[in-house]
């Protein structure tokens, strides 16, 4: 008996989930002012994408498999609008993600968020606290090193990796 094959109906990603961008006008004046920093920032710069409070698809096929970070860099895709961030059309994972974070979201920042952006390879992940309800210092970053997480120092002490890479990923993206 032949089978008559049927048409895929065509998956559906969201471009929003109805939630409120922050849960105070402290985080989301945080939120918009450090896109816009970057954004200014890397302007000359067609090989770097800076977006924030977007929705990050992960996984082809699975709408459910994103994630929307408050701020994320990628460096190597073309400077254009998008309305979600497809990484198997992109095919390139944020460089840095910053999470503007809260007492009501962080558990999700350190739990799952921090643990995907890990599978995905984010170079490079930041959480502020802009509140200081509870994280101290209020900016911490994490870089990924052999797949997990390492605390940098805090800001008295950290290495100029930070702003030395990204001074020469502003440099490179000009070239």
Known sequence: MDTIPTAHKPIHYPES???????TDVHIDALIYLREALRDHFRDAPQV?????????????????????????VQGVIKHERRTYKLWEEGQPPAVVFEITSRGTRLEDLGTK????????VREYFLYDP????????LQG??????E???MPPAGTLKPTWNHRWTQMAADAHR
């Open 142 to 147: 994490y870089q990924l090193q052999q797949g």
């Open 114 to 121: 921090r643990a995907v952006y890990a599978m995905l390879g």
């Open 17 to 23: 989930d109805g939630k409120p961008m922050g849960e």
């Open 131 to 138: 509140l200081g309800e509870y994280l101290q210092p209020v």
């Open 49 to 73: 994408y800076v977006a924030g409070n977007m929705f990050l698809y992960y996984e082809e096929g699975d709408p459910t498999a994103c994630l929307a970070p408050d701020v994320f860099v």
């Open 149 to 151: 997480y390492q605390r």
